[in-house]
């Protein structure tokens, strides 16, 4: 019992550490996946909605430019053509497996990703070498190589102006990019896995049928709450023949920020990470284990919604720290509130006496001795 006092202590340091890393982790997790932050880039009053689109739709360029249009004429409606926000959109596409021929003997098995001109606009994926694919590199029949890939056709990252064989095609290398930490995109087999980014209007030329649209992702003028995703979903309804009043897509029971049907899915990327969202996944937890669609998500969502759930994680993390902390505050209260007082008034004494210590006063100079020296 003399030693009562060590329980509160240890309580708190265990609180202040994991309240530490709970908070320092969440924060270094909110940074590891720079493209949901594209409407901050952008500018204010912007959101970045992405549209993950079902392969039964079968959506083209041109349905991509419809949708533009679509969103292009309510903005005009609204605004005026004059005062019309600026916004930009890109799309994307899985690939699939192609066989890639390169400097390393035998042929390697890449997942190749098809994107448009701007994706890199909105994915700005940190560069090794070379440089991102643009609207420039259109009809070059140029890629993009992830770090993984790099390493597997060349050893090297340092590549960027080499040649390389895909699927019968001779292709140049813009570039090699760096993906995201590991921590937020490994996948169910731990291990990143090769990738190779391609214009989609260089690959799918003069393939029949184009390959779907799947990933359409777009920064939109946020003017009142709620203003960007329903100017998306008409959009995308208008595209996918579903403008019927009676079809309410959040029947299912999805959450203000995310929006779905049979054939497309919509989800807003901005402040996903904010403690909102985070509560809300961490209250409505079944929502996110059970997809109700069954359209595929890309990996950066998947990367984004295992980002989520580890700052769910670190934030519980965090408040299990502050309940430590205000535990010790209260036992301290409870079990000192009698020999408060006291404990302050030794204190000062303390300090009293330490005070005296310190200071060393003058010796007193006798009658005598003043009058010797007059």
Excluded at 114 to 120: D, G, P, Q, T
Excluded at 242 to 261: C, H, I, K, V, Y
């Amino acid at each position: 019992m003399k030693r009562k006092w060590m329980y509160p202590l240890i309580s708190g340091v265990v609180g202040v550490l994991l309240f530490g890393i709970g908070v320092a982790g969440s924060s270094w997790c909110r940074g590891i996946l720079q493209d949901q932050d594209a409407a901050q880039r952008w500018g204010e009053d912007y959101l970045q909605i992405s549209c993950y689109l079902s392969q039964d739709l079968a959506v083209t360029p041109e349905g991509i430019g419809s949708i533009r249009d679509a969103i292009n004429g309510t903005l005009e409606e609204e605004l005026g053509s004059s005062e019309v926000a600026a916004w930009y959109d890109v799309y994307s596409c899985d690939g699939g497996t192609v066989t890639v021929l390169a400097e390393k003997p035998g042929k390697k098995q890449i997942d190749l990703t098809l994107v448009s001109e701007s994706y890199f606009r909105m994915h700005q994926l940190p560069l090794l070498s070379g440089n991102r694919l643009s609207a420039a590199d259109r009809s070059t029949r140029r890629v993009v190589l992830n770090e993984e890939a790099a390493w597997q056709l060349y050893g090297s990252v340092n590549i960027a102006g080499k040649t390389l064989t895909m699927s019968q095609m001779l292709c140049e290398v813009a570039g090699v990019v760096k993906m995201p930490d590991d921590f937020a995109t490994r996948k169910v087999q731990g291990e990143q896995s090769p990738e190779i980014f391609m214009l989609y209007c260089d690959y799918a030329t003069g393939q029949t049928p184009a390959p779907a649209i799947t990933a359409y992702e777009a920064v939109l003028p946020e003017l009142v709450d709620g203003y960007g995703m329903q100017l998306m979903e008409t959009a995308v309804e208008n595209v996918a023949g579903r403008m019927s009043a009676t079809d309410d897509p959040t029947d299912g029971g999805e959450t203000e920020n995310t929006l779905s049907d049979d054939r497309y899915l919509l989800v807003q990327n901005t402040d996903r990470f904010s403690l909102s969202q985070v509560w809300h996944y961490l209250t409505h937890h079944d929502e996110y284990l059970v997809r109700r669609s069954a359209i595929p998500y890309p990996d950066g969502e998947n990367a984004a919604l295992l980002v989520l759930h580890r700052i769910a994680m670190l934030t519980l993390v965090a408040a299990f720290g502050i309940l430590l902390m205000l535990i010790a505050i209260v036992y301290t209260v409870i079990v000192y509130r009698k020999n408060w007082r006291k404990t302050i008034r030794r204190i000062l004494r303390r300090m009293r006496r330490g005070i005296k210590t310190t200071h060393t006063p003058q010796t007193p100079i006798s009658k005598t001795e003043r009058t010797g020296e007059l």
